[in-house]
Nanobody, 121 residues
Framework: QVQLVESGGGLVQAGDSLRLSCAVSGRTISNYAMGWFRQAPGKEREFAASINWSGDRAFYADSVKGRFTIFKDNAKNTVYLQMNSLKPEDTAVYYC??????????????WGQGTQVTVSS
């Protein structure tokens, strides 16, 4: 059984940084793409970032490019999302996902439960 558990969310001020973690069990992430998505209140879930199975190629939504970095630690079977220069519009529930394809829109077959990120102005 594949499980993904996100952590690291919280309440921060605009301009602050946060690092989200997604610990995966039941699947070796070095063989799969990983992605981060987010859903703001009243909006549909949207793509934020993804990384390929080997970890040498990443993709970002235009809204986060230059501020967010996705990376993974295969030894810990964990993927991270480093978020810098946070803005109020980054407020959302952030979800990680795993699947066969990282190139947007990607293909993901397992999802985590999400972690809340709130950015105050």
């Amino acid at each position: 059984q594949v499980q993904l558990v996100e952590s690291g969310g919280g309440l921060v001020q605009a301009g602050d940084s946060l690092r989200l973690s997604c610990a995966v069990s039941g699947r070796t992430i070095s063989n799969y793409a990983m992605g981060w998505f987010r859903q703001a209140p009243g909006k549909e879930r949207e793509f934020a970032a993804s990384i390929n199975w080997s970890g040498d190629r990443a993709f970002y939504a235009d809204s986060v490019k230059g501020r967010f970095t996705i990376f993974k630690d295969n030894a810990k079977n964990t993927v991270y999302l480093q978020m810098n220069s946070l803005k109020p519009e980054d407020t959302a529930v952030y979800y990680c996902a795993t699947g066969p394809t990282s190139r947007p829109p990607g293909s993901y077959d397992y999802w985590g439960q999400g972690t809340q990120v709130t950015v105050s102005s």
